[in-house]
């Protein structure tokens, strides 16, 4: 018999260390609910959730920008709706001035509120915005980060809505150059020419330069040519089909179409000058740069257009503007503003696809993170109702283990019976 080194004591001792080890961990996982705690329960458990938990927030973040994106589009949509009802209104007011039971007193009336509106309509426009930004004023172009990784972005650019661009401000469409080789190279939109000669787009920065009558891109080597006339200051410049077709328009003095031509789009036809199909002039056979009306009176191009070229079978101008004066002008004008409404109900429509949309996308938001989160919960989170048998197992085994080492620590006392 030994008494320097009582090994049953020890072995006890090492057991009892481990059972009240294991109870601490029990504990731990039972106060936390979570069965990895520390890189040490489970290493590539923890590495693999932590994986799934930067997914989760990503996608809790993105359905949130969703959420956001579609705040930002209602504000916009709202915006158009105001501007459609004021066309609404405008085309009321153009119906009934076109009807000859008014006076002029009474179409001067019905023409100061047509100009109060398109007012409003330029400050809907100019005002309307989400965070600061502007939305309506063909400035906007956004992404929205719609994912939980790099590159899951929607992007949504908003027209300009104005009078301008919707063609009622007083503008004459005189040029047209379809250029192929500028296609990709210049987007969709409306650009202006500055003092300098700069071609600005709408968010204000220099997209090319103007000289006479050519327009040199940005990037130095793609020109697109004008054939009639020199582009001047305060041009507008709109571009179209992937940036394939060039329009120039030139705002028209005040009164210089008036009771001659009104809004809409004009047709040569051999000599004839057809509006809506309607044969209302013919085009001057000596000069051809003249057109005959049928009432006698004639228009010249170089005076009104601000043109000098001669117009040719097929070719086609457009006259924007909302007039009612008399009875023409204001049949037109409804023409005006029916292709108005069409655009603006063309950009709500776009608008309310995006929404949808993103409706969609933050459902699928939504279910990608309860999926992932429920993938997270069963690798990190504890099963209780196991872990309190793990609990109560290694309760009982320390508590046991506590016992027998007090007896075992009772076992050298059997050497003093030797020593009586």
């Known amino acids: 018999m030994r ?62 920008n969703a959420q956001d994106a579609i705040s930002l589009i209602q504000t916009a949509e709202g915006g158009l709706n105001e501007v459609h009802s004021i066309l609404q209104r405008m085309r009321e007011l153009a119906v009934q001035a076109a009807n000859d039971t008014n006076v002029e007193q009474d179409r001067s009336a019905i023409s100061d509120e047509i100009n109060q509106l398109i007012q409003e309509l330029d400050r809907i426009s100019s005002t309307t915005e989400f965070n600061t930004q502007k939305l309506l004023d063909g400035t906007f172009s956004g992404k929205f980060q719609i994912g939980a990784n790099e590159g899951q972005t929607l992007q949504l650019n908003i027209s300009k809505i104005n009078s301008a661009s919707l063609g009622l401000a007083s503008s004459i469409e005189v040029e047209t150059v379809n250029n192929a080789n500028a296609g990709n190279l210049i987007k969709d939109g409306v650009y202006t020419v500055d003092s300098s000669n700069n071609l600005i787009d709408a ?22 040519s ?20 060039f329009t120039m328009e030139k705002t028209v003095v005040s009164g210089q179409t008036n009771d001659k031509l009104a809004a809409g789009t004009y047709t040569i036809s051999g000599s004839d000058v057809l509006k809506d199909n309607v044969k209302i002039g013919t085009v001057d056979t000596t000069t051809k740069t003249k057109i005959n009306l049928l009432d006698g009176t004639s228009i010249d191009l170089a005076i009104v257009f601000g043109k000098t070229a001669n117009l040719a079978d097929g070719d086609t101008f457009v006259i924007k503007g909302v007039n009612v004066s008399n009875n023409f002008l204001a049949s037109g004008s409804v023409t005006a503003i029916d292709k108005a409404l069409e655009l603006v109900s063309k950009e709500r429509a776009k608008l309310g696809a995006y929404q949808n949309r993103l409706e969609h996308t933050i459902t699928n938001l939504s279910t990608s993170s309860e999926n992932l989160t429920a993938a997270e919960s069963r690798i990190r989170d504890v099963d209780m109702a196991k872990e309190m048998m793990n609990y109560t197992k290694n309760n009982i085994l320390m508590q046991a283990a506590t016992a027998m080492l007090a007896q075992a620590n009772q076992l ?9």
Do not use: C, H, W
Not at 21 to 42: Q, V
């Open 226 to 245: 004008f054939t009639s006339e020199n582009i001047t200051t305060g041009a507008i410049i709109r571009v179209s089909d992937n940036g394939n077709t």
């Open 203 to 224: 968010a204000g920065k220099i997209v090319g330069t103007v000289s006479g009558m050519t327009i040199t891109l940005a990037d130095g080597t793609t020109t697109v």
């Open 412 to 420: 050298p006392q059997a050497v003093l019976q030797l020593l009586r």
């Open 3 to 64: 008494i320097n080194n009582n090994i049953q004591a020890l072995n006890t001792y090492n057991r009892l260390t481990i059972n009240s080890n294991n109870l601490s961990k029990s504990l731990e996982k039972l106060s936390s609910g979570m069965r990895i705690n520390r890189a040490g329960d489970d290493a590539a458990g923890l590495a693999i959730s932590e994986k799934m938990r930067a997914q989760i927030r990503g996608l809790d973040q993105a359905t949130r």
